[in-house]
């Protein structure tokens, strides 16, 4: 059975953890309001960073909602998420009072994240 936790060890803590994504990204996947910076990691498990500044959204209620959002569409796909330390900045005010349509946003973009790691980690035979 999969585990929905979000211990302290999947997640970046350091500066110096985010800096390693920011400086060597593998991966990057965005749409208006929020990019996904991915990098493969050497752990066993994947971790996620949060950047969710008050330029962007500028009450706590809504910085804490997106939070939310990201933190529960990592956790549905993190076992899908293998060996990747994922950032997820928030671009823009995403202007949507329902919390359904958020998740289906920053479900695709982790969905086409996944896609496009996995391709890169067994390359189809392409025609």
Same mark, same amino acid.
């Given at each position: 059975?999969?585990?929905?936790?979000?211990?302290?060890?999947?997640? %970046? $803590?350091? =500066?110096? !953890?985010?800096?390693? &994504?920011?400086?060597?990204?593998?991966?990057?996947?965005?749409? /208006?309001?929020?990019?996904?910076?991915?990098?493969?990691?050497?752990?066993?498990?994947?971790?996620?960073?949060?950047?969710?500044?008050?330029?962007? %959204? $500028?009450? =706590?209620? !809504?910085?804490?909602? &997106?939070?939310?959002?990201?933190?529960?569409?990592?956790?549905? /796909?993190?076992?899908?998420?293998?060996?990747?330390?994922?950032?997820?900045?928030?671009?823009?005010?995403?202007?949507?009072?329902?919390?359904?349509? %958020?998740?289906?946003?920053?479900?695709?973009?982790?969905?086409?994240?996944?896609?496009?790691?996995?391709?890169?980690?067994?390359?189809?035979?392409?025609?």
């Amino acid at each position: 059975m999969t585990s929905f936790e979000f211990p302290r060890n999947s997640r %970046l $803590n350091s =500066a110096a !953890d985010f800096d390693k &994504v920011f400086k060597q990204t593998d991966f990057k996947v965005s749409n /208006r309001f929020l990019l996904l910076l991915a990098r493969k990691n050497q752990e066993d498990h994947s971790r996620l960073g949060l950047i969710v500044g008050k330029k962007k %959204l $500028n009450r =706590a209620v !809504d910085r804490n909602r &997106v939070k939310r959002r990201l933190r529960e569409s990592f956790r549905a /796909r993190q076992t899908n998420l293998q060996h990747l330390d994922v950032i997820a900045l928030v671009r823009n005010d995403p202007k949507t009072p329902e919390d359904n349509h %958020l998740s289906m946003q920053i479900g695709a973009l982790f969905d086409r994240l996944i896609d496009i790691s996995s391709d890169a980690d067994c390359p189809a035979d392409r025609t």
